[in-house]
């Protein structure tokens, strides 16, 4: 996928943002503009909630099958309700939540040594188990390639060094981009 223009990432977090006040706020949102032809490609995408600066939700999809904005919407709604390492968002949590999106690239087959940190995520799988980090994860914990290999090893319920033993390491790339704080905040300062 082409990077998105700052347009398009700006309707895809207000889309996200809807998608939330409708679905857990139930607060019905106005009629959606048109939607830019660009995000009607398929694409895979991951949604990331933030509250107060601490993950509160992560949901996302690697293939590209369904149009970009139906993936962020369906990851917004997943990553607020049902990620397993969190009790759902309640209604009154919503205005405070900082909403993140990563537009992922298609999977490539890749060896270790070419692993980039802050360029690359990872995606490795050995028979059933799967483990996925987007790129940025490394960059936040400051991780070096090897650990980041581990820890993806590790997110997939395999050895830490299953990288070194036969598992299949795929990487991507992600256009990220997120909202600039939440919109409560927001309103109360210029209110």
């Known amino acids: 996928m082409l990077p998105l223009t700052e347009a398009e990432q700006q309707f895809l977090l207000q889309l996200a943002r809807r998608t939330l006040q409708e679905k857990v706020q139930l607060q019905p949102g106005p009629p959606l503009p048109k939607i830019p032809a660009t995000l009607e490609k398929p694409s895979g ?6 509250q107060a600066g601490n993950l509160r939700g992560c949901i ?19 990553a607020a309700l049902q990620d397993p ?8 949590e919503v205005p405070y939540l900082r909403i ?10 890749s060896r270790p040594e070419e692993v980039e940190v802050g360029r690359h995520g990872l995606y490795i799988s050995c028979g059933l188990r799967r483990g996925l980090l987007l790129p940025q994860v490394a960059v936040e914990w400051n991780w070096d390639r090897n650990r980041f290999l581990e820890e993806t090893c590790l ?5 830490p060094d299953a990288w070194r033993r036969g598992s299949r390491i795929q990487t991507f790339t992600a256009q990220v981009f997120e909202e600039q704080e939440p919109i409560e905040r927001a309103l109360t300062r210029t209110g």
């Open 45 to 50: 995408a991951f949604v990331t909630l933030r």
């Open 60 to 78: 996302g999809r690697v293939e590209a099958v369904m149009p970009l904005y139906q993936t962020v919407c369906e990851c917004a709604l997943s």
């Open 85 to 92: 390492r969190f009790d759902p968002v309640r209604p009154e």
């Open 100 to 109: 993140g999106i990563s537009v992922l690239s298609s999977l490539q087959d």
């Open 155 to 159: 997110k997939a319920g395999l050895p």
